[in-house]
């Protein structure tokens, strides 16, 4: 009688606690960062804003391409502009276009993006080099040759209002991605929606590069050429930041989580470059960058 | 549903095959029928009914034989008196069930009621007067395999007034199991010593199915889909100890993630306790008693705001009070927080002293107060509130700096002499609108009195009279302002028949028309039959049984109720 009871107590526990697991287990728990399913590319997960703006900025794209025998020299003053400028200016390398397409002469060196072309085709930079300068639609074109680049800037500087401030944190993390915070201020009321678009652009690529002009380097081609500013792939381009009006004074904080493009050759030689534009016109309100430690 | 009932009627109509003597059984039952009709009176807000009449009733009807039990409860709301939730409309069986004993099991299937420990994670019960019923339907089985061992087993879903709960997956799947251990029983050794100890333990889960929920970014237009858990688990561990004159009760409860309506739809995990100590003599009694909730709205369905489908109960520790004006500011349990304390004691000066005369006196102190709990609020969702967020943080033992609740009252009750018996009460009331949803509105402080006097006329008869008085300096609400006071005179007769007359009045309403609630009543009981009749105006107000409340509209009419058993 006294084994029997035992056996009874025993099954009877064991049945407890193996119906309590069950019903314990049948409980789902969320982690923090899964609560809510961002957009693609967006992220719950912050890192510290350490780059921050307080005066306008001017983003100078250079639509360049390998083949271009003439961009070397656009690069070159791509450079002196930046000397000139300081942190008024950010530069960005668009290889696009028939000019850009690799092949066995530069050891098929790729540099090419799908947004950079659909740019290249959107704003008709077709013979390059060509420049944007903060996508400013200038009696119709959007584009500029390398010589007025720096009128065009100097021009932009001092017309372009200063409607907002674009503070960034960056952060590298483990599984090949980068975190990117962005705090974007608005100094102004704005009353059109506003994209914003988040990049890598990297520097210190060695390759091929043909050349017309020798002041440049070597003709008809620098073998040891050395790119900067190259975009690369895996960007976001054009996420919604404010879909209708936007009151002075308010700050958007949104994070982003970007892929890092394999073909990127040292992390260390890259920085993240994030611009607001207008969506009607296209034109940029505001850029910032940021080295990626 | 038609499944269901086909299925109740088949287990019914099969029982025969495997019980005998059915038909040897025992029958019971109770029956109750209310009737209203209130005309349109624009100076109180009672609103026009086009129906002329309403009517709510309910007959249950329990069949016993031996160990074997059923039962049915057919309900009408034709359609449903005032202040009964519009989707009561209609009759039908609400509640029916089957159950019998084998051996160690009681197997109960169809609608059952249970509560496991104080409620804090699973409570299935009715409350008639607020409208409230989470019957569960499905399965029930308690088993007690020794003497002191008692453990259910539930699973099933909850009543939502006439809806088929079972044609949708928009009602939560509730399973639960409760164990409890009676040492004293269990274990021989123990069996007579003073120290008394119970110990139990529930797991209770909800199955609700994922929905599609976004939190949209107003300015951006993004929208992210919020993450629901489908499985929202809870534990709760309590003891029970007694020993001698003392008594202490006391549960912990942790519910899992359970973004709702009602928490705002926040992940953050929810966590009640519950504790109450007593000591307890001849003449003298103690008990006090705090509690903390936390986040522990417990529903099986998420957008759910009001008093049905809730799978927990979470108790109120403010006084429960008959006389009305003691009950015009009540206090609602805030589920999503609040710390809550309460004490009472009880003394009764003996007989042939100073203060206790020829037949003694009985003292009761109560004191009572619910605050805010201290919240600290975390990180915001990208459209700027706290949805799909953890919400907040919250210390445990710290309360919060919002009073929503605090009262204090004395109570007197003395036998004046063989045909005269006094109760006096003051209660000094401080009422915060927001804990009944109503906020910016200003606090309340009430002080309010009664006094009770019964004469005895002859062996059976008595008469009644009943004097109350609210003080109050604040304005609240449609049903609550300025000073009030109310006079009742009732008469009983051999204790089958009663006439009462009461008055209400608003005398101190600085905003409107100083009205007089007024209301006439008589009642007859025939053996297990009584019938009461009123006439007269309903003051708008809440209703709070518990911590769980409705709003009570106003009326000015006649209400009429039987009540039958057999």
Not at chain 1, 108 to 124: I, M, Q, V
Not at chain 1, 168 to 196: C, Q
Request: charged letters at 20%; a neutral charge.
């Amino acid at each position: 009688m006294k084994i029997n009871m035992k056996e009874n107590i025993k099954s009877i526990l064991c049945s407890i606690v193996l119906i309590s697991l069950m019903v314990f287990l049948s409980c789902d728990n969320i982690e923090e960062d899964n609560f809510l399913v961002y957009p693609k590319g967006q992220t719950s997960q912050s890192t510290p804003i350490t780059k921050n703006t307080s005066k306008q900025r001017i983003l100078l794209e250079d639509y360049t391409g390998w083949k271009c025998t003439n961009c070397p020299r656009a690069a070159q003053k791509a450079a002196e502009l930046i000397t000139k400028y300081g942190e008024e200016l950010v530069v960005m390398a668009v290889h696009s276009t028939s000019w850009a397409t690799p092949s066995a002469a530069n050891n098929n060196l790729d540099f090419r993006t799908e947004y950079g072309e659909k740019w290249a085709d959107k704003f008709s930079c077709t013979a390059l080099p060509t420049g944007l300068i903060s996508r400013i639609n200038s009696s119709g074109t959007f584009t500029n040759s390398d010589a007025t680049w720096d009128n065009k800037i100097q021009e932009a500087l001092s017309l372009k209002e200063h409607i907002m401030d674009i503070n960034l944190g960056v952060e590298l993390k483990e599984d090949n991605k980068v975190l990117v915070s962005t705090e974007n201020v608005f100094l102004k009321p704005v009353s059109y929606p506003t994209l914003i678009s988040i990049m890598i652009v990297e520097s210190g690529i060695k390759g091929v590069q043909l050349n017309g002009d020798a002041t440049f380097g070597a003709v008809p081609k620098i073998e040891d050429y050395t790119f900067n500013h190259v975009l690369r792939k895996n960007a976001l381009i054009d996420y919604s930041l404010s879909s209708n009006g936007v009151e002075s004074g308010t700050t958007i904080s949104k994070n982003y989580i970007l892929d890092i493009d394999n073909d990127i050759k040292d992390i260390e030689n890259c920085e993240v470059i994030v611009f607001v534009s207008n969506s009607q016109t296209s034109e940029i309100v505001q850029v910032n960058h940021i080295e990626i430690q | 549903m038609k499944k269901v009932v086909f299925a109740f009627l088949f287990l019914f109509s099969s029982f025969p095959i495997f019980s005998q003597g059915i038909l040897g059984g025992r029958v019971t039952g109770n029956f109750q029928m209310d009737f209203q009709a209130s005309r349109q009176d624009s100076v109180i807000g009672a609103e026009k009914i086009n129906e002329k009449v309403l009517m709510n009733a309910f007959t249950n009807i329990l069949y016993t034989n031996g160990d074997f039990t059923m039962g049915m409860r057919f309900e009408a709301y034709l359609n449903p008196i005032l202040g009964f939730d519009k989707q009561y409309k209609g009759a039908g069986l609400a509640y029916r069930f089957a159950s019998y004993k084998k051996d160690f099991l009681e197997i109960t299937a169809g609608n059952y009621y249970e509560q496991f420990g104080n409620g804090l994670i699973f409570r299935s019960y009715e409350e008639r007067n607020l409208g409230l019923d989470n019957a569960m339907d499905g399965l029930r089985i308690v088993a007690r395999p020794f003497e002191g061992v008692a453990i259910k087993g539930i699973i099933g879903k909850q009543r939502y007034y006439w809806e088929d709960i079972w044609a949708s997956d928009d009602f939560g799947l509730v399973r639960g199991l409760d164990a409890e251990i009676s040492l004293n029983s269990l274990i021989k050794k123990m069996n007579n010593s003073p120290l008394q100890l119970i110990l139990g333990g529930s797991f209770v889960s909800v199955y609700n199915k994922q929905d599609d929920r976004f939190v949209i970014d107003p300015i951006s237009g993004d929208s992210y889909k919020m993450n629901m858990p489908e499985n929202i688990g809870s534990a709760a561990a309590r003891v029970a100890i007694s020993y001698k004159a003392f008594n202490l009760n006391a549960e912990y409860a942790k519910k899992g993630e359970d973004p709702n309506a009602v928490n705002g739809y926040i992940f953050r995990k929810g966590e009640a306790a519950y504790i109450t100590a007593g000591y307890s003599v001849k003449g003298f009694g103690v008990n006090v008693a705090a509690k903390r909730i936390d986040n522990m709205s417990f529903k099986s369905r998420r957008s759910e705001t009001g008093n049905m489908l809730n799978v927990n109960y979470l108790p109120a520790l403010t006084a429960q009070h008959t006389y009305s004006l003691f009950a015009m500011y009540p206090y609602a349990t805030q589920v999503n927080g609040e710390m809550g304390i309460q004490a009472d004691i009880m003394y009764k000066i003996k007989k042939k002293t100073f203060l206790g005369g020829k037949y003694g006196m009985d003292l009761k102190l109560n004191y009572s107060r619910a605050t805010s709990l201290d919240k600290n609020m975390v990180n915001k969702n990208p459209a700027g509130n706290y949805e799909g967020t953890l919400g907040y943080e919250s210390s445990f033992f710290k309360m919060g700096d919002e009073l929503y609740f605090e009262e204090i009252n004395f109570e007197v009750n003395k036998k004046l002499s063989n045909n005269y018996k006094l109760l006096l009460m003051y209660s000094y009331q401080t009422f915060n609108p927001i804990a009944i949803g109503h906020y910016g509105e200003e606090f309340v402080y009430a002080n309010v009195f009664a006094a009770d006097l019964t004469q005895k006329i002859g062996k059976r008869n008595s008469l009644r009279y009943e004097l109350q008085l609210l003080f109050t300096e604040q304005n609240y609400g449609s049903w609550a302002l300025g000073n009030w006071l109310q006079a009742t005179m009732e008469f009983n007769l051999k204790g089958n028949f009663f006439a009462s007359a009461t008055d209400q009045w608003n005398y101190g309403n600085k905003v409107g028309e100083k009205v007089h609630y007024y209301n006439f009543s008589i009642g007859y009981t025939i053996g297990t039959t009584r019938i009461q009749l009123s006439y007269g105006k309903q003051r708008e107000g809440i209703i709070c049984i518990g911590g769980v409340c409705r709003m009570v509209p106003a009326s000015n009419g006649l209400f009429a109720t039987i009540t039958s058993s057999f």
